[in-house]
């Protein structure tokens, strides 16, 4: 399952950057970037110089930029594409992991939480996908809905003409109900939303609740689940967006994400979960 191959992602993240270096394999250490070309000046018997070039390189279908492949610059360049990688320090964590994990999911690279060659490869390409501006997945239908993707840990609210309202990172647990084509609304007798949610255990607030009708009751969207004693989130928002942490069923969002869907959704609206 991908939660169980996130765990060894991160695993895996924990001994590459913990150890210094966050771009290569346990065993190997990526190649740097191929250097750009130059040209080689030669001086012909007589006094004017001649020049020569060297052989041009195969054809890639991306260009790469040359970027000095340190933990550093990839923060940097996370940063830059919206994945929130945190400070730019140089430094391995669960914080630049995340983003990695953002961005590898944004541009359907297997989500293994470091930096390996195809990863770096990509993020200093020229085409890419920024995380935060990710296209509206294919086959999610058409007209206004929203658009979850349980891959790629993300949610769409998608206007009636194909335009994107907004869009934002989730968590939540796949394993609790099915993909497919439900709307929002009340269930089991229970409102559609919620201001001020608790969890069963009511000791977590959830805040902006909006309820998916499954059946199920008390599935829905809501901001990451708030500690009513203290105040504080469960965990930070940069989780959000990756296969880092589970949902007990919900898929929390950040505050402003759960308003935007509480506004969108203020009447019954279709939501389209992908796999």
Known sequence: ??????????????????????????????????????????TSPTPTPT???????????TTTTTVKHTLANAQRLLNGLGCDAGLVDGRAGTHTTAAIIRFQAANRLAQVGWMNSTTWNKLTATKKIACNRRPVPAYSGTGRRIVVDRTQNWIWLVRSDGTI????GMIDNPTVWRS?????????????????????????????????????????????P???TSGNQIHPDWYLGTNLKVSHGCMRVTMRTAQEITAFTAGSTRIVVKP
């Open 226 to 228: 708030v500690y009513r």
């Open 1 to 42: 399952m991908r939660r169980m191959q996130a765990i060894t992602g991160i695993v895996a993240t924990t001994l590459l950057l913990g150890g210094g270096s966050a771009f290569g394999t346990p065993r190997t250490t990526d190649a740097t970037p191929s250097p750009t070309t130059t040209a080689s000046t030669t």
């Open 165 to 168: 309202k907004w869009q934002g």
């Open 51 to 61: 020049t020569t070039t060297s052989p041009t390189p195969s054809p890639t279908t």
């Open 180 to 224: 497919g084509t439900y709307r929002s609304g009340s269930d089991c007798g229970r409102p559609a939303h919620s201001r001020y949610g608790l969890d069963y255990s009511k000791t977590l607030r959830l805040d902006y609740f909006t309820r998916l009708v499954t059946g199920q009751c008390g599935v829905g969207f809501h901001r990451v």
